[in-house]
């Protein structure tokens, strides 16, 4: 629990810390499909859901740090039962954009995710996995984005995990998300 409050007061001091510079304040979220590295199967399709801070560092280039909730996993078979593992994730991407025009940019950083909850789940059935799967997680995430208005927007993201996430000894595991989304700026 001291970890989700120090992330949560690093993300305010951020905020506070940055009041001469241009500063937005949103909220965003979208569509997640996922899989997992080492893992045979198909795509889950969930979501992700959160806040963000964006500070403009120039005409060109903003940080934009992030606390999301993201959806994450597979879909994979064991025999004729078609399973979904379902990882639940705190998501705290750090990214930075460069603004090629002034609608459009590009963005790329680190992200740490700290996992929530883990559970493999059936047509009938749920069942906690957490013992089997790390409590953190990092990651690469790059992606573009185009502001329709100067409060909304549309993004398209792709994360690759760096870490494997399985405690087992088994081929390493890695989270890998492709993200498409809406951005609502309140300032």
Known sequence: MNKYLLVLAMFIAFAINSQAQKISVGIKGGLNISDVAGLNGDNRLSGHIGVFINSKLSS????????????????????????????????????????????????????????????????????????YYKKADAGLAIGLGFDIT??????????????????????????????????????
């Open 60 to 131: 060109q280039w903003s940080i934009q740090p992030e606390l999301l909730y993201s959806g994450q996993g597979q879909q994979y078979r064991v025999g004729n039962e078609e399973l979904t593992l379902a990882l639940s994730y705190l998501q705290i991407p750090i990214m930075f954009q460069f603004h090629a025009t002034k609608q459009f940019y590009i963005d790329f950083g680190p992200q740490i995710g700290i996992l929530l909850a883990a559970n493999n789940k059936n047509d009938d059935d749920k069942w906690e996995v957490d013992e």
């Open 150 to 187: 100067r409060q909304v927007g549309i993004y398209g993201r792709y994360i690759i995990g760096l870490a494997d996430i399985s405690k087992r000894n088994l081929p390493d595991y890695s989270n890998r998300v492709g993200q498409i989304g809406l951005s609502f700026k309140f300032k």
